[in-house]
């Protein structure tokens, strides 16, 4: 269920589109894209568990494409391309986003040049001293607690407006992405997927 989450959280772009369109269309077209996603995501892990048995793969950091393989025998080839193409451009939007973050955090003395360079520099260091399930796990972890800062202002924001029921409701999704965060493990690899 935190998979979906991850899966449909990166349709909100719209939403700085607020030259262009009125706020209706881009809450419609959000709303439109998270269902949209939801039930693709969900076809997709259905489908998974109906064509592969419990067991029957490894763990392992190219396990996904081991399993496409079984579908279609060009769909690894496609995957691994569209996968490439996605954490290209979801890099460069956010090291373009985050070099002007601490430019403008720190009053102009960081530059967005030694940011962009900082930022580089840490997700080498990274990528070489952490394994693959690693790296997804800091990420995971990373996601978890932005949602739990989220959630905490949404049930604040819901209390103070006296919607309870709301305020109750983004208060558990902040227990839960708080424990995420704090509490969530990698994955090993090289198991029997049990």
Known sequence: M???????QGFETSRYLGGSYDAATRITSMKWAQWLSS???????????????R???ELSETAIVDMMKVVAPILPVLLVGAALA?????????????GGLFHELSGGRVSERLAYAGLCGIGLLITWTADVFQIIAY???AFAAYYAIQAAIAAVMAWNREHRLRA???ALLFAGAAAAAMFGKAVEGGGSGA
């Open 86 to 98: 996605a954490q290209f451009s979801a890099a460069v939007a956010d090291t373009s986003g985050s």
């Open 139 to 141: 990420a995971s972890k």
């Open 39 to 53: 039930a693709i995501y969900m076809a997709y892990i259905l489908l998974m568990a109906y064509v592969f048995q």
């Open 2 to 8: 935190l998979g979906l989450i991850v899966t449909v």
């Open 55 to 57: 067991g029957q793969l």
């Open 168 to 170: 109750v409701f983004f």
